[in-house]
């Protein structure tokens, strides 16, 4: 029973099935004829189970095969034939004898199978299956050949020798192995067992000369086979005994082989892992070096710049211009004045200069002049005591204390009143705030940065900003360009705008279509970023996930058409000129002509309405002179 659980515990299906026809035979031998049936059940059973997972096509070759027929007969004749009776001259061994030599021989095959099954390395697999072969079968010598592309230097072309014992490998290449050469080959032509008893009798071998005078004796070759692939053989023999080799041996290393070879492909296949983790650990070593690299060039190119300005999306020349400025200055006190239209990030800017300087751990404070009422601005950026106006219940820090050790940034500057543009000057040159109604100043360190959208110099030109006042708060001028003038950005703030969007309004993220980018960037925005931040977030709030297109863009077509005359006299007779020739430097194709013109296909067509320029083809050809195609 101990050694039916171990054939049952074996992981190959034809090992359990070739044992259990093993074990039947030997009972059928010694008359067991019960226990034999059990057995011959069980070996077609396991044959029945591996037919049940081959695909139908192959289920027909599978009945045929030789081996599941010659194992039914064999089971057969074992079951039925009758026990002999030993008779007082007979030298056969007893019943007791028998069933304790297959005993001993099932566990050892059990116990060489499981060592074989733990081992991963090659080496130590056919290492140990030619130890177990020659232990089993009793040989006096052997070897182990396995398929190796492009082998040409051992005995057998394709296959290399990759154990012995009693043997090496120069004694392949000898006379006498020539035989055992031309034994293994016609093993593995056939895919099946050879075994001769006595090679100088054998009718396949005795016409070698190398039989006759080399005294060969036993031969045994069992085809390493998988999936109906010859992997290799091992090879066995005796020199001094014939019928070395009994139907037991065959049978057990038939087993052994074919445990052998999962054995030798599963080590195989570790092998190929392992040197593929190899090549992927060096590619990725490889990759991590280049990265590396690839690190210390970005930082060298950042070293330049000095500072990161990742919330300050562009890379036009005019905003690289904007970068350069701000390294320049980020780590000084001198006071900034920024000059962009609305909605070109002036604020922006400004929180870069703090939060790229030392004065980062400081307060940023932000306020617009022209969103607070005169009366309040005072009160807002100096503070007030308690009392010091009417409705004044309770003591005011200002804007300046508040940001004391840190940055003021004052928005809209130039809508500051003249008497209020005195005040913040006295602050500006002495360092020191008085609240209202205050009896001592307060001294504060604050870098100030400050920004308009109106020229500041041509407001002191027109005696409506000090003079003095704009040479305090411009140390360094840095002029913001409009979207208009660096539509090259507009791709990377769209994608980086639908990102932060996406994210503060819990919305899908979306593809802009290449439609969609070409109504973006044409657009002039007078609103600059702040309106394409808007457009953007209508259009994603109607998108709902799907590709934005030109449909949920709420912004007219690019208005380059304004570049077209549109009024009468020499103005219209310009426009329908420049139409005319349009249409006749791209062949009469009305859309290639409407975009050479930077308008859309349906104002092309109005316009020509307007100046009575046929739109027929045929017409259109006579009355531009060209040929129609």
């Not at 031969?219 to 998988?226: G, S």
């Not at 404070?365 to 009417?390: D, Q, R, W």
């Not at 030109?550 to 006299?569: N, W």
Request: charged letters at 30%; hydrophobic letters at 40%; aromatic letters at 6%.
């Amino acid at each position: 029973r101990a050694l039916l659980r171990e054939v049952a515990d074996l992981e190959v299906p034809e090992t359990r099935a070739e044992l259990y026809h093993l074990l039947a035979a030997a009972a059928g031998r010694r008359g067991l004829a019960e226990t034999a049936r059990k057995l011959q059940g069980r070996c077609l059973w396991e044959f029945s189970k591996i037919r049940n997972r081959l695909p139908e096509e192959m289920k027909m070759d599978f009945e045929k095969n030789r081996k599941v027929q010659s194992l039914d007969e064999a089971l057969g004749a074992a079951v039925e034939a009758p026990v002999a009776r030993p008779t007082a001259s007979a030298a056969a061994p007893v019943p007791a004898e028998t069933a304790a030599r297959d005993d001993r021989r099932f566990h050892r095959f059990a116990e060489i199978s499981r060592q074989i099954s733990k081992r991963h390395e090659l080496a130590e697999i056919l290492a140990r299956v030619m130890d177990a072969a020659v232990e089993v079968s009793g040989a006096e010598r052997g070897f182990l050949l396995l398929r190796e592309d492009g082998a040409k230097t051992g005995a057998l072309d394709g296959f290399e020798m990759k154990a012995a014992r009693q043997l090496n490998r120069q004694s392949l290449q000898k006379e006498d192995f020539k035989i055992s050469m031309t034994a293994v080959r016609q093993a593995m032509e056939q895919g099946g067992v050879l075994l001769t008893e006595n090679a100088q009798l054998d009718p396949r071998l005795q016409s070698k000369k190398s039989v006759a005078a080399f005294q060969l004796k036993s031969i045994l070759v069992v085809p390493l086979e998988i999936d109906g692939r010859i992997k290799g053989a091992v090879y066995l023999d005796h020199r001094y005994r014939p019928d070395c080799f009994r139907e037991e041996d065959v049978v057990t290393l038939n087993a052994l082989a074919a445990q052998a070879a999962l054995a030798i492909e599963k080590a195989e296949m570790i092998a190929e892992l392992k040197e593929a983790k190899r090549k992927l650990e060096e590619r990725v070593e490889s990759q991590e070096k280049r990265i590396e690299a690839l690190s210390d060039e970005l930082t060298q190119a950042r070293d330049q710049l000095r500072y990161g300005y990742e919330e300050i999306v562009g890379q036009s020349p005019a905003m690289m211009e904007v970068f350069h400025l701000l390294d320049h200055v980020t780590e000084t006190p001198i006071p900034v004045w920024i000059h962009g239209e609305s909605g070109t990030g002036k604020e922006l800017i400004a929180r870069s200069l703090h939060f790229n300087s030392s004065r980062k751990p400081k307060p940023f404070l932000a306020v617009n002049c022209s969103a607070i009422p005169e009366n309040l601005l005072e009160s807002e950026l100096f503070g007030h005591k308690k009392g010091a106006f009417t409705h004044a219940d309770r003591d005011r820090v200002g804007l300046f204390e508040q940001a004391n050790g840190g940055t003021l940034f004052l928005d809209e500057v130039a809508d500051m009143s003249l008497a209020m543009q005195v005040k913040l000057l006295r602050v500006l040159q002495e360092g020191e705030v008085r609240p209202l109604g205050a009896a001592k100043s307060v001294k504060v360190d604050v870098r100030l940065v400050t920004a308009s959208n109106k020229d500041l110099e041509k407001l002191v030109e027109e005696g409506k900003f000090r003079q003095d006042l704009f040479f305090r708060i411009n140390g360094l001028t840095i002029r913001l360009p409009p979207l208009r003038e660096r539509r090259d950005d507009i791709p990377l703030l769209v994608n980086h705008l639908i990102e932060k969007i996406s994210r503060d309004f819990k919305l899908p993220p979306v593809e802009v279509s290449d439609e969609a980018f070409e109504v973006l960037v044409q657009h002039p925005w007078p609103g600059n970023i702040r309106q394409l931040e808007a457009v953007l977030r209508n259009a994603l709030l109607f998108a709902k996930g799907r590709p934005l297109t030109p449909a949920f863009l709420s912004i007219a077509k690019p208005t380059a058409e304004a570049a077209l005359p549109a009024a009468g006299g020499e103005e219209k007779s310009a426009e329908r000129q420049l139409i005319l020739e349009a249409l006749r430097r791209a062949r009469m194709d009305k859309l290639t002509a409407a975009k050479d013109l930077g308008i859309s296909l349906r104002s092309l067509y109005m316009r020509m309405e307007k100046h009575r320029i046929p739109k027929n083809k045929a017409v259109l050809a006579k009355y531009l002179g060209i040929k129609a195609s």
